[in-house]
């Protein structure tokens, strides 16, 4: 489950969080309780529909002001470590 | 402690610059001076903001002497909880994971306080991401309960309540996705108000439980939170999730009249157990104020109260767990050193920079959206949700406002229940339905148990602000407990 959060996590945090989340686990169970044949699941109070608005160009973030929070970065990209191999690129 | 002057409340700090009794950089200038004697001891700021402050505190003294003020904000020293953003300044949401992070943008509910001339004095304190319900889940420091340094203010916007409390500040905005506005403002004795699902724009909020997160206000009365939330309600075309809906002018509707309303009390809140016997003595005299002042009292019924902090986790753990993958050490925030690959660098970044509390939460709700849970966990809490909503409905066919206790207990000590998170999510019980719902509560301060403030909380149906705030406001004219000034400050 870290793997998938993307989260390492040490030996003792893996020990602690097992067991929290088991307790916690355990307690929502109890929604076992309740008949939910035929309810249609909520996924927001709001009858949302997508909203449009008028096909009109906005200014948008400046690309320099986009990257300042960045950890590393170059002109207006943001840099991360080498993902692919440079020996194997054709 | 040093000596330093209380401020007085929104509409008092109105009426001193309106005389000209006192100017905007005075007021800001006393706030900026209350902070700093008392903060060390409160820990309610993350970041005072004073330059700026005292910069925008004297065009609005400009202004007024032009006859060109903006609104009867205009001047008065406001703090922003530190998860909404403001260009220029930093937002940490108490995470190592934004260190160094200084905003390119302005959310929107700054932006209306602002061109309203509202001073932004300072950002303040609060659980990781939003993520507590004390306030301790800061990467910073935990906030301390102006009743009681030792205990908890209640969270997650408990720097926010603390703030308004202890008279830093008139006002402050808030967030509340279980209750984490009405529940620190219960805790800390001062009013707290979650508007309606969309009321208030989230352009600019740090998300954390999309469909549950809203923006709120803190202030001492329900006048001061009218004057507030006309400020920064009303729909804004960044937000597809804010409504269309006109606005009322909140402060114009307090008539001091409740004879028409009919209030609502779910017996499922007020059974004897599980709830502190001085708290449910204080709110059934909160509930006898109102009913003197005219309104009907008539019970009614939620019968999915009891799963309702379940079904809260579930849906808010699975939120965030998505809402929070884009920390990922690319964009912004903190970047792992020691990480050589991309896949190290996610994991190292998250791992140093996401506090306990947060990572707790994304295991969860990792684990209710994996394939193979999915149905037996959030499908069936979108199920219950829905339930919960439907309960609702049905009571205000009967009622007009529920009242009920906000929250079970007082302010509980510092460190009591960081060990057993399942505990602390309990204590959100009378909250988070209000969140499940989408519909608006306000919590005000309704009286002692055993030296510490209570809180009754007001709901409405869907839009109806107004007519939480008239009952809150007729309250408030009948008692006094509002102005009770915090004790160990």
Redesign the interface.
């Known amino acids: 489950m870290a793997v998938l959060a993307r989260l390492s996590l040490t030996d003792a945090e893996v020990e602690r969080l097992s067991t929290e989340l088991e307790a916690i686990l355990d307690y929502v169970e109890t929604l076992e309780e309740v008949d939910t044949t035929d309810v249609r699941p909520m996924s927001h109070v709001l009858p949302l529909a997508t909203p449009l608005r008028e096909d009109r160009a906005a200014a948008p973030l400046d690309p320099q002001a986009a990257v300042v929070n960045a950890p590393e970065s170059a002109g207006s990209a943001f840099v991360v470590p080498r993902v692919i191999d440079g020996e194997e690129e054709g | 402690m040093e000596a330093s002057s209380p401020l007085p409340s929104l509409r008092g700090v109105r009426d001193l610059l309106d005389s000209g009794e006192g100017t905007s950089v005075g007021i800001v200038n006393e706030a900026l001076e209350r902070a700093d004697a008392l903060d060390e001891a409160l820990g309610a700021f993350t970041g005072m903001r004073a330059e700026g402050a005292l910069e925008d505190a004297a065009a609005a003294d400009a202004r007024r002497a032009a006859g060109r003020t903006l609104s009867p904000l205009d001047g008065v020293p406001v703090a922003i909880k530190d998860n909404m953003v403001m260009e220029g300044e930093p937002t940490s949401c108490a995470s190592r994971i934004l260190e ?3 905003s ?2 302005t959310s929107t509910v700054v932006e209306r306080l602002r061109s309203r001339g509202a001073v932004i004095v300072g950002r303040t304190n609060l659980d990781e991401f939003a993520m507590g319900s004390s306030t301790e889940h800061s990467c910073f420091r935990p906030t301390s309960n102006p009743w009681d340094l030792d205990r908890a203010p209640g969270g997650s916007s408990g720097g926010s309540a603390v703030a308004v409390a202890s008279r830093i500040v008139p006002a402050a905005l808030g967030s509340d996705t279980g209750g984490s506005i009405r529940q620190p403002a219960s805790h800390c004795g001062v009013v707290g108000m979650k508007p309606t ?2 009321r208030v724009s989230r352009w600019g909020l740090v998300a954390f439980a999309s ?1 549950l997160d809203q923006i709120g206000v803190f202030t001492r009365d329900a006048g001061d939170a009218a004057l507030l939330l006309e400020a920064i309600a009303g729909h804004d ?1 960044a937000d ?2 804010s ?1 269309r809906e006109p606005v009322p002018r909140f402060s114009e509707e307090l008539t001091g009249d409740i004879s028409d309303l009919v209030i609502g009390l779910p017996r499922e809140y007020f059974l004897d157990e599980g709830v502190d016997p001085g708290v449910l003595a204080a709110v059934r005299d909160g509930v006898s104020v109102l009913e003197r002042a005219g309104a009907k009292v008539r019970e009614v019924s939620l019968p ?1 109260t ?2 309702a902090v ?2 809260y ?2 849906i808010a753990t699975a939120e965030a ?1 998505s809402n929070l ?1 884009r920390y ?8 792992a050193a020691s ?4 896949s ?5 970044s ?2 140093e920079g ?1 506090g306990e509390e947060v ?2 939460r ?3 709700g ?2 209710v959206l ?1 394939a193979g849970y999915y149905d037996a ?1 959030y ?9 919960v ?1 439907d309960d609702f409905q049905k009571a205000f066919d009967e009622c007009d406002v529920i009242a009920t206790p906000t929250c079970p207990e007082t302010a509980f000590r510092l460190g009591e229940k960081t060990g057993d ?2 505990s602390m ?1 309990l204590g959100d019980i009378y909250t988070v339905s209000a969140n499940l ?2 519909i608006p509560g306000i919590s005000v301060p309704c009286g002692m148990a055993g030296g510490l403030p209570a809180g009754l909380q007001l709901l409405g149906g869907p839009l109806q602000e107004a007519t939480l705030l008239r009952a809150a406001d007729v309250f408030q004219r009948l008692t006094s407990h509002h102005t009770a000034v915090p004790t160990a400050i």
Do not use: E, W
């Open positions: 160094g992070f200084v390119p943008y699902y969309g469909s075309p597809s999730t409504l999915h009891r799963f379940a079904t986790y579930l767990s993958a990922d050490g690319v964009r912004y925030g903190r970047r990480a050589t690959d991309l190290q660098m996610y994991f190292l998250r791992s996401f990572k707790r994304i295991m969860l990792t684990y994996s966990y499908r069936k809490a979108q199920q219950v949700r829905a339930l909503l998170p399942l999510y719902a989408g």
